[in-house]
C-alpha cells in the first residue's frame, strides 16, 4: 500500500470519527432531555453515597450517561422524563427510594435550591401542617395516642413536640402511629426521641456517614454537618422510658420517620406494629437541573450507634405483623392489656377500658 493511499484511509476514519463526535454533540444539543440527564449523572457520580464507593456512584452515572446517549429519554418532558429516569435509577441503585428525579412546574427557579430558601419554605409549610402533629388524643382506657406525620423541621417543631407530649403526660401507655411519616431531619427525629428515651441530654442517638467530597453536602452547610451526630436534648414534657410505647409502621413510613423508629426499638424502648417500612436510610438533598426539574441524591448514610446497622432497603424491622387494617385495633389492644393491673384501682377507667375492648369499632383512621 502506497504512502498517499494510506494517507487516504486514515483522512476517511477519521471523518468518520468526526461525524459521530458531531453527531452526537449535536445530539445533545438538540434534545433538552439528554442533556439534563447527563447533568444528572455528572451530579450523581460526583456526591452520592452508595455501596462500593466512589466507584460504585460512578458505575451508575455511567449507565445514566450511556442510556441517554442512546436516546432513550429523547422526547421526554415533564413528569414523562422524571419518572422514566428515576425507574432506572432504582433498578441500577438496587432499589435506592433516595435517588430520584422530581418535576415540579417552575418550582425549582430562583434559587429555591439553597437552604436558606428551604428552610423559608419549611417555616411557611409546617405551620399549615400542624408542624407534623396530626392527632393527639387519648383513648378509653387511658392509652395515649399521638400521630405524626412529618419530622422536618420548622420554628416551631420543637414546641408543637412539646405541647403533644404534654396532652398524653397522664395515659398509661402511648400508641406512636408513623404510618403515614413520610420524613424528617435528624435533630427533629433526636427530640422526639429525647422525649420518650429517658436518658441523659449529649447521649449520642444517630450519626451520619457523608460523602464530604462532594459539592452537595457543602451547599446544605449546618444542616449537613448537624446530622453527623445528633444528641439528646433537654425536654419540656418528657413521656419518660417506664411506661409501655408501640410504633405503627407501614410502608409510607420513609427516611427519618424510619430512623425515629429504628432509635426507639434499638434501644429497647418501643416494639413496632404493623408492615416493613419503605427502606430509606441515606439522607441527601435536591439540586436544580432546571426550572421545572431536581435530581435527589443521596450523600449520607445513617449508621446507629448502637446497632451499628441501619433499615436501608431492608425497612425497620417489625416485631408484631399486622394486616394494614388491623394495625391500630392489635396496638389498641395490646396496651389495654399490657397496663390492665394499672386500672384495678379505678372501677371508672377498668369500665372504660372493657368497653373499648368488646367494642372493636373504634378507630383513629
Same mark, same amino acid.
Given at each position: 500500500m502506497t504512502r498517499h493511499r494510506s494517507s487516504q484511509i486514515l483522512v476517511v476514519i477519521a471523518c468518520i470519527l468526526l461525524f459521530a463526535v458531531s453527531a452526537n454533540a449535536r445530539e445533545d444539543l438538540q434534545?433538552?432531555?439528554?442533556?439534563?440527564?447527563?447533568a444528572a449523572a455528572d451530579r450523581i457520580e460526583r456526591n452520592y453515597v452508595v455501596t462500593g464507593g466512589a466507584q460504585g456512584a460512578t458505575a451508575i452515572a455511567d449507565r445514566l450517561r450511556d442510556s441517554a446517549r442512546m436516546g432513550n429519554y429523547d422526547g421526554l418532558g415533564g413528569a414523562e422524563l422524571a419518572v422514566a429516569v428515576t425507574n432506572d435509577l432504582t433498578v441500577w441503585s438496587g432499589g435506592d427510594a433516595h435517588l430520584f428525579m422530581l418535576?415540579?412546574?417552575g418550582a425549582f427557579a430562583n434559587g429555591?435550591?439553597? /437552604?436558606?430558601? !428551604?428552610?423559608?419554605?419549611?417555616?411557611?409549610?409546617? /405551620?399549615?401542617?400542624?408542624? $407534623?402533629?396530626?392527632?393527639? @388524643?387519648?383513648?378509653?382506657?387511658?392509652?395515649?395516642?399521638?400521630?405524626?406525620?412529618?419530622?422536618? /423541621?420548622?420554628?416551631?417543631?420543637?414546641?408543637?413536640l412539646a405541647n403533644a407530649f404534654g396532652l398524653v403526660d397522664a395515659t398509661y401507655s402511648l400508641?406512636?402511629?408513623?404510618?403515614?411519616?413520610?420524613?424528617?431531619?435528624?435533630?427533629?427525629?433526636?427530640?422526639a426521641a429525647s422525649h420518650l428515651l429517658g436518658l441523659a441530654p449529649g447521649t449520642v442517638v444517630g450519626r451520619v456517614d457523608i460523602r464530604w467530597e462532594g459539592d452537595m453536602p457543602?451547599?446544605?452547610?449546618?444542616?449537613?454537618?448537624?446530622?453527623?451526630?445528633?444528641?439528646?436534648?433537654?425536654?419540656?414534657? +418528657?413521656?419518660?422510658?417506664? @411506661?409501655? !410505647?408501640?410504633?405503627?409502621?407501614?410502608p409510607q413510613t420513609f427516611s427519618g420517620c424510619e430512623e425515629l423508629a429504628h432509635t426507639l426499638r434499638a434501644f429497647g424502648r418501643a416494639e413496632t406494629v404493623g408492615a416493613p417500612t419503605?427502606?430509606?436510610?441515606? +439522607?441527601?438533598?435536591?439540586?436544580?437541573?432546571? +426550572?421545572?426539574?431536581?435530581?435527589?441524591? /443521596?450523600? $449520607?448514610?445513617?449508621?446507629?450507634?448502637?446497632? $451499628?446497622?441501619?433499615?436501608?432497603?431492608?425497612?425497620?424491622?417489625?416485631?408484631?405483623?399486622?394486616?394494614?387494617?388491623?394495625?391500630? @385495633?392489635?396496638?389498641?389492644?395490646?396496651?389495654?392489656?399490657?397496663?390492665?393491673d394499672q386500672r384495678v384501682v379505678d372501677q371508672e377507667l377498668a369500665a372504660e377500658a372493657l368497653e373499648a375492648a368488646n367494642y372493636p369499632n373504634i378507630s383513629v383512621e
Open positions: 434534545d433538552p432531555a439528554r442533556t439534563m440527564v447527563i418535576h415540579d412546574e429555591a435550591m439553597d /437552604p436558606s430558601a !428551604v428552610m423559608r419554605d419549611l417555616a411557611r409549610i409546617m /405551620p399549615l401542617q400542624g408542624d $407534623g402533629v396530626v392527632d393527639v @388524643r387519648r383513648l378509653p382506657g387511658n392509652v395515649g395516642y399521638l400521630r405524626l406525620d412529618s419530622l422536618l /423541621p420548622s420554628p416551631r417543631s420543637a414546641e408543637a400508641i406512636l402511629d408513623l404510618r403515614a411519616c413520610s420524613g424528617g431531619e435528624s435533630s427533629v427525629v433526636a427530640r457543602h451547599d446544605m452547610g449546618d444542616i449537613a454537618r448537624g446530622m453527623e451526630e445528633t444528641e439528646v436534648v433537654d425536654v419540656e414534657t +418528657p413521656y419518660g422510658a417506664d @411506661r409501655p !410505647v408501640l410504633v405503627l409502621v407501614g419503605r427502606g430509606g436510610a441515606r +439522607p441527601g438533598s435536591l439540586t436544580a437541573l432546571g +426550572p421545572d426539574h431536581a435530581l435527589f441524591v /443521596p450523600w $449520607g448514610s445513617f449508621v446507629h450507634p448502637v446497632t $451499628g446497622d441501619n433499615w436501608e432497603e431492608t425497612g425497620v424491622e417489625v416485631d408484631h405483623a399486622v394486616e394494614a387494617d388491623g394495625v391500630f @385495633r392489635a396496638a389498641y389492644d395490646l396496651m389495654l392489656l399490657r397496663t390492665a
